[in-house]
């Protein structure tokens, strides 16, 4: 069975990083590529970045280009999202999602259970 | 940025009865379009891909159409564990994106 399991969420104060990891099982992980999407109350589900199976293609939304930073390492079927310069627009419940191919479809067919970032002083 | 636009906001219904949510979006997705349920304190899943696919372990009460800019899902008869929200979303256009929710509670 397809799991996804986050860590790394907590408090943290504005301006400050956080760094997310996702480890994946149940499936071929070099194969695929994960995303990140985030849920908030305010702003509802948004997706946040994407990475391909071999991290050739990278892509991120406008809200978080420049500040966060998706990675992989397939030897450790892992993904991370650095998260810098962090303000209270980011805080919310970030979920690791499996795409339905290695190339970065947005096909969310499988969703972690998230972690919770909260920003604020 | 396509914008997709759920109606109704909130759906009352009861046990048994059919139920349609609606999806439409700002520009032509095709049917590159994805239906979600989420209940309290659960990661949304997916339920109905590229518009009319059901995902594994679907139930077939559960049904998408359209395509280009409107789309619905239909639950034939509820079960008292399909109440929750619905979000659909597109990936045709950078950046995927998802519509506001609807919920369906119970009445």
């Known amino acids: 069975e397809v799991q996804l399991v986050e860590s790394g969420g907590g408090l943290v104060q504005p301006g400050r990083s956080l760094r997310l990891s996702c480890v994946a099982s149940g499936f071929t992980f070099h194969d695929y590529a994960i995303n990140w999407v985030r849920q908030s109350p305010g702003k509802g589900l948004e997706w946040v970045a994407g990475i391909s199976y071999n991290s050739y293609t990278i892509l991120y939304a406008d809200s978080v280009k420049g500040r966060f930073i998706i990675s992989r390492d397939n030897a450790k079927n892992s993904v991370y999202l650095q998260m810098n310069s962090l303000s209270g627009e980011d805080t919310a419940l970030y979920y690791c999602?499996?795409?339905?191919?290695?190339?970065?479809?947005?096909?969310?067919?499988?969703w972690g259970q998230g972690t919770p970032v909260t920003v604020s002083s | 940025e396509v914008v997709l636009t759920q109606s109704p906001a909130t759906l009352s219904l009861s046990p048994g009865e059919g139920a349609t949510l609606s999806c439409r979006a700002s520009e032509t997705v095709s049917t590159y379009l994805a239906w979600y349920q989420q209940k309290p304190g659960q990661a949304p899943r997916l339920l109905i891909y590229d518009a009319s696919n059901r995902a594994t372990g679907i139930p077939a009460r559960f049904s998408g159409r359209g395509s280009g800019t409107d789309f619905t899902l239909t639950i034939s008869s509820l079960e008292p564990e399909d109440f929750a929200v619905y979000y659909c979303?597109?990936?045709?256009?950078?950046?995927?994106?998802f519509g506001q929710g609807t919920r369906l509670e119970i009445k």
């Open positions: 979303q597109q990936r045709t256009k950078w950046p995927p994106a």
């Open positions: 999602v499996k795409d339905n191919s290695g190339y970065t479809n947005f096909d969310f067919r499988w």
